[in-house]
């Protein structure tokens, strides 16, 4: 497909556990967002890369988030160690350029139990 | 002071009326302003973006931008119930980096 694909769309795990959130940018598009979503909230920035590397993880709540782009495509978000309080739809969006009109996924949803 | 403020309403509008949304924001040398609708458990999809002072309008879409005022603002005309959804505002911060508002949720009664 044209647009940004984010797997899984749904994830349920336990507390303490480590997820993998998987971001496939548009064709081209340079840069990549990671953003999380609260229910009623507008979505919180986490981290943006340009190319392979990340220009600004300030919005990434602590050192149990971490997310790579190693080929300057796909990007995985990482969070270990996962706690309740991290549940929340997590949007992966991308643009041609910095600074320009963003395209979002579906989203993934994230479930703590 | 929050980066990005929005009414979160819900601001209601009989259909066939003008909807304003309102959104300002805190970092005088931001350049480049968004709008986003968002359906109830779907992803936020580009309506319009602004990057001058004034207006610019797209079909029944007009954005509206003061920059002294540190203001945006999104006119819906001809409202329809299709248009009931939450409006994000977003800012490009730093240069780079976009920050939302919490949105403004829209209901368009027939």
């Known amino acids: 497909g044209a647009g940004v694909s984010q797997t899984p769309s749904n994830k349920v795990t336990e507390k303490g556990k480590y997820v993998e959130l998987r971001c496939d940018p548009i064709?081209?598009?340079?840069?990549l967002y990671w953003y999380r979503q609260s229910l009623g909230q507008g979505p919180e920035f986490l981290i943006y890369?340009?190319?392979?590397?990340?220009?600004?993880d300030s919005g990434l709540p602590n050192d149990r988030f971490f997310a790579v782009r190693p080929e300057g495509s796909v990007s995985t978000l990482k969070i270990q160690r996962t706690e309740r309080g991290d549940s929340a739809v997590y949007l992966c969006?991308?643009?041609?350029?910095?600074?320009?009109?963003?395209?979002f996924g579906d989203g993934t949803r994230l479930s703590i139990l | 002071q929050k980066e990005v403020e929005q009414n979160s309403g819900p601001l209601s509008v009989p259909e066939g009326a003008i909807a304003s949304l309102n959104c300002t924001y805190s970092d005088r040398g931001s350049q480049s302003f968004f709008w986003y609708r968002q359906y109830s458990g779907k992803s936020p999809e580009l309506i319009m973006f602004?990057?001058?002072?004034g207006d610019k309008e797209d079909g029944r879409f007009t954005a509206q931008l003061n920059k002294a005022s540190q203001y945006v603002s999104l006119l819906i005309r001809d409202s329809q119930p299709s248009d009931s959804a939450t409006y994000l505002c977003?800012?490009?911060?730093?240069?780079?980096?976009?920050?939302f508002g919490a949105g403004t949720r829209l209901t368009v009664k027939p």
């Open positions: 064709s081209g598009h340079t840069a």
């Open positions: 890369f340009q190319g392979t590397g990340a220009a600004d």
């Open positions: 602004i990057y001058s002072n």
């Open positions: 969006a991308s643009s041609f350029q910095p600074n320009q009109p963003q395209h």
């Open positions: 977003a800012v490009a911060v730093g240069g780079n980096d976009m920050r």
